[in-house]
């Protein structure tokens, strides 16, 4: 009588398992966004407003106002307001939801989940700006068809800006979310902190100066006109420096390191 031992199998021999690439995880990520009731509405709430404030353009502006910078501009603002809350959402609910712990084992370097994380983000706001101009398009066509000036002309230098004002809104929330991992107070403290700065920067005379570098709501203020001197886009970097660059790599360390339960 005789016995066949069993093959052995080597480590090698199983097959290699190929991670995702970081297009693939930001896709999971891109769809993440909607697949929340919370990013759902409020993705939809930025579309009715941004729509919103063309309509109340087109009934009430003057016509002469009526054009497309006019109908671009203004649309930016809510879009720019509700975004960060989309990029905290985008962290924290990994955490509130209690899905962190199945998404790092698929994909355990943390790193980068969050840089897809980061990058649908990007995406997102991106997104943000030619809708604002497709509705600014529409607006504009309906203004020439009902007496309204109708004018197309705009400055791509001002598209640029407003991409960069929706993309540096969009990661500072993110930040925010990144180094609170919590949803309500990420959102509290990304809408009261600048706020209280700013308020503190007009009351204290000594902080005035600081407040000039320090004030995103006046450092971005010149995103909105078609030309920035080399001086705006320095206070616009030091004030990123700080709102964007320092919660982003603080909570990308906190989240390196935090235990996921």
Do not use: C
């Not at 497709?134 to 000036?149: D, F, H, P, S």
């Amino acid at each position: 009588m005789t016995t066949t031992a069993a093959p052995e199998v080597t480590p090698d021999a199983r097959p290699a398992q190929r991670r995702p690439s970081l297009g693939r995880l930001t896709a999971v990520e891109l769809r993440k966004l909607v697949d929340t009731r919370a990013g759902r509405w409020l993705l939809i709430t930025i579309g009715l407003v941004a729509a919103l404030i063309v309509t109340l353009q087109l009934v009430y502006a003057p016509d002469a106002e009526q054009t497309f910078v006019n109908f671009f501009l203004p649309s930016l603002f809510p879009v720019g307001l509700l975004l960060p809350v989309l990029g905290i959402l985008s962290i924290t609910s990994e955490w509130s939801q209690r899905t962190a712990l199945t998404t790092f084992a698929l994909v355990p370097r943390r790193e980068r989940v969050i840089a897809a994380k980061l990058a649908a983000v990007v995406l997102a706001a991106l997104a943000s700006v030619l809708a604002s101009l497709a509705l600014a398009a529409a607006g504009t066509l309906v203004a020439g068809a009902t007496g309204g000036a109708g004018s197309w002309r705009i400055e791509g230098t001002l598209i640029l800006h407003a991409a960069v004002f929706q993309v540096a809104n969009v990661l500072m929330g993110a930040g925010f979310g990144l180094l609170l991992l919590h949803t309500p107070l990420a959102i509290v403290a990304y809408l009261i902190l600048p706020i209280a700065w700013s308020i503190v920067g007009e009351l204290v005379r000594p902080l005035s100066r600081a407040a000039e570098w320090l004030d995103t709501g006046r450092t971005m203020e010149p995103l909105f006109t078609t030309e920035m001197t080399a001086g705006q886009w320095g206070r616009l970097g030091v004030s990123l420096l700080v709102w964007l660059v320092v919660p982003l790599v603080a909570g990308l360390v906190r989240t390196m390191r935090r235990e996921v339960a």
